[in-house]
């Protein structure tokens, strides 16, 4: 697992399907704004790939989001896109209602940072979002991405189009946090080893 000073991301479990199932994905209006497809019902059990993790699959890895304290279940993060030839990436997010606001987002988005520049060696990590999501943006800029550009009217979200921003981040430009994320698997027997978008 990977830490941050907030949020540990791990692998995804099974008994997290359901939890981001219902609150992520069943919300018409929060996926409808999350990705670039129109929002469909999810079967229950079905091998969705947004939720389902494939190991297998290039291009895509897909971490569950906890909270350090207490290692409840918070949200869902991915890095996809990986261009292992380019060395490029879009990073990308989603929280669950009761965690929002809580500065997990900023978080995730260092924790990643150090995932995809540290562990897989990119020379870029890149965030597309909707031009009125001041969260992301926020999250995305406390990391030192900047703003890049904006797409204007190229995403249809509920009955209108919206502009989104581009943001990116060299890696020559990140600036790692005091709090560096760390792989807690190395570590033996201390306090955490008891913890358990547009893509």
């Not at 399907?17 to 079967?43: F, G, H, K, Q």
């Not at 291009?59 to 896109?81: D, H, K, N, R, Y």
């Not at 921003?165 to 005091?178: K, Y």
Request: charge should be negative; aromatic fraction near 6%.
């Amino acid at each position: 697992m990977l830490t941050g000073s907030k949020v540990g991301l791990r692998a995804r479990h099974d008994d997290d399907i359901p939890i981001l199932r219902t609150e992520l994905y069943d919300d018409v209006v929060n996926t409808s704004r999350a990705e670039s497809r129109p929002w469909r019902p999810i079967t229950p059990g079905s091998k969705d790939p947004r939720l389902v993790v494939d190991d297998t699959r290039e291009g895509l890895v897909q971490f569950s989001i906890i909270e350090l304290e207490g290692s409840t279940l918070v949200g869902a993060a991915t890095l996809w896109g990986i261009d292992t030839h380019n060395r490029f990436a879009h990073i990308g997010l989603g929280m669950r209602p009761s965690a929002r606001g809580r500065g997990y987002g900023t978080d995730v988005v260092a924790v990643l940072c150090h995932y995809g520049f540290v562990v897989r060696g990119l020379q870029r990590l890149q965030i597309e979002t909707l031009a009125d999501n001041d969260a992301m943006l926020r999250a995305a800029e406390r990391n030192g991405f900047v703003r890049e550009g904006v797409t204007r009217s190229s995403a249809w979200v509920m009955g209108g189009f919206m502009d989104e921003v581009i943001l990116g981040l060299l890696a020559d430009e990140w600036q790692p946090t005091d709090t560096q994320p760390m792989d807690t698997s190395a570590v033996a027997d201390d306090d955490r080893t008891s913890i358990a978008n547009h893509s």
